[in-house]
């Protein structure tokens, strides 16, 4: 259990800190559709959520609500890198939408670095992959969970048929590209750890670096108590050793890709204990990161805990705004400490250590 912090802390609103002076890191879910039906995603799945009416804050792959092309292009232009420094374009699959070649290119424009996160299977389209890296876009990071096809697709579901073989296929096909343009694209792999998948983390990362990526990272499932899978397959205080020493021939099996950051595998071993959570004082989250739904919505972090915890008049939108009032200094320069650490935002730490992969 969490140490309450408000119990503890009464006034934390009204205390501020400087605001931080380097442009803010932004994970932006663009868009809410998805080709794929993966079992655990934050979205949920279609079937469970389609009759839902969304609450500000709940994630879908319904894109009913989702903002409009030209309101995220208006939102663009008003980036500059001193506003914001990279966006991680993710959702729903964004590499789906018709709309995200004009985002990236404004991005681009705007002299925003840009991460893309796929599933992979778009980049098996020549056409695409070429845009992707003409674009000059940082990163491309593609989801895979097993260097076994059939783990991969029990997980994540791919009604096309394609699966496991179609995203190995993009991402042949991206690094081929990559490699012919001698382009400084950085090419990795995000696999979702579970306690099903522990022993898979070493095959798959030999396996990704096979072929030709340029970094494999892990990320723990993050599943609600709740949910219908938590007990099938989420990480407890029982996957510890295992977890800690998958890591540890991780880090000294010698594979010449960009491994996850050493703060952030500590804290995922961490997330694994029986002990309380830290709060974090004065996280990232809502300084020095940000988060935007599919509508337009803007959130401290991707924390379903923290967005819960979120009251309506403290979060933004994109739509009509500015990049310089959704992010601006006074926004920036509130009290930022936080009791909602869990397994749902320590992949944040990885994300924040970026650098190590892109400026290498
Ligand atoms: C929501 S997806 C969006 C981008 C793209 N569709 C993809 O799958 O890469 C972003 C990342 O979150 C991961 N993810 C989804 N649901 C998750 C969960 N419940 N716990 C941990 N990671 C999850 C995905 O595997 C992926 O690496
Ligand atoms: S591909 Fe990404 S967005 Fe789509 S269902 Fe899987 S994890 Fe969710
Ligand atoms: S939920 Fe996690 S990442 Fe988000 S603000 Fe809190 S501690 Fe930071």
Request: aromatic share 8%.
């Amino acid at each position: 259990m969490i140490r309450s912090l408000r119990d503890s802390q009464p006034a934390l609103d009204e205390r501020r800190r400087d605001a931080p002076t380097g442009g803010t890191t932004v994970v932006w879910a663009l868009r809410s559709p998805c080709n794929l039906r993966c079992r655990y995603c934050y979205f949920g799945t279609l079937d469970e959520t389609t009759e839902v009416v969304l609450q500000p804050g709940a994630l879908s792959h319904v894109g009913r609500t989702d903002a409009s092309l030209k309101a995220c292009l208006a939102f663009i232009k008003t980036m500059t890198p001193h506003l914001v420094n990279r966006v991680f374009l993710a959702g729903g699959e964004p590499l789906m939408w018709p709309g995200i070649e004009p985002v990236i290119d404004a991005l681009k424009a705007s002299g925003v670095q840009v991460v893309v996160c796929t599933n992979g299977q778009p980049l098996a389209d020549t056409r695409l992959a070429a845009a992707l890296i003409d674009s000059g876009v940082e990163a491309i990071c593609v989801s895979l969970d097993s260097h076994d096809a059939d783990y991969n697709d029990q997980w994540r579901v791919d009604r096309g048929g394609r699966g496991w073989a179609g995203v190995v296929e993009g991402i042949k096909t991206i690094v081929a590209r990559r490699n012919g343009e001698a382009a400084s694209t950085k090419i990795g792999i995000y696999m979702v750890v579970s306690r099903e998948n522990i022993a898979h983390i070493i095959p798959t990362a030999h396996f990704v670096a096979g072929l030709g990526v340029d970094y494999f990272i892990i990320q723990p499932v993050s599943l609600e108590p709740a949910h219908q899978l938590h007990s099938t397959l989420s990480l407890t205080v029982e996957h510890y050793e295992a977890l800690g020493e998958a890591i540890s021939a991780l880090t000294s099996a010698g594979l010449s890709m960009c491994l996850p950051n050493e703060v952030y595998l500590r804290l995922m071993l961490r997330t694994l204990s029986d002990e309380p959570l830290p709060i974090i004082r004065e996280c990232f989250g809502g300084r020095d990161l940000f988060f935007i739904q599919p509508d337009g919505s803007v959130w401290d972090c991707p924390s379903i805990y923290k967005i819960r915890q979120t009251r309506s008049e403290q979060y933004e939108s994109i739509v009509g705004k500015s990049a310089s009032r959704v992010f601006s200094r006074r926004r920036r320069a509130r009290n930022t400490d936080c009791s909602c650490f869990s397994q749902d935002c320590v992949n944040m730490w990885q994300l924040m250590a970026f650098d190590e992969i892109i400026v290498r």
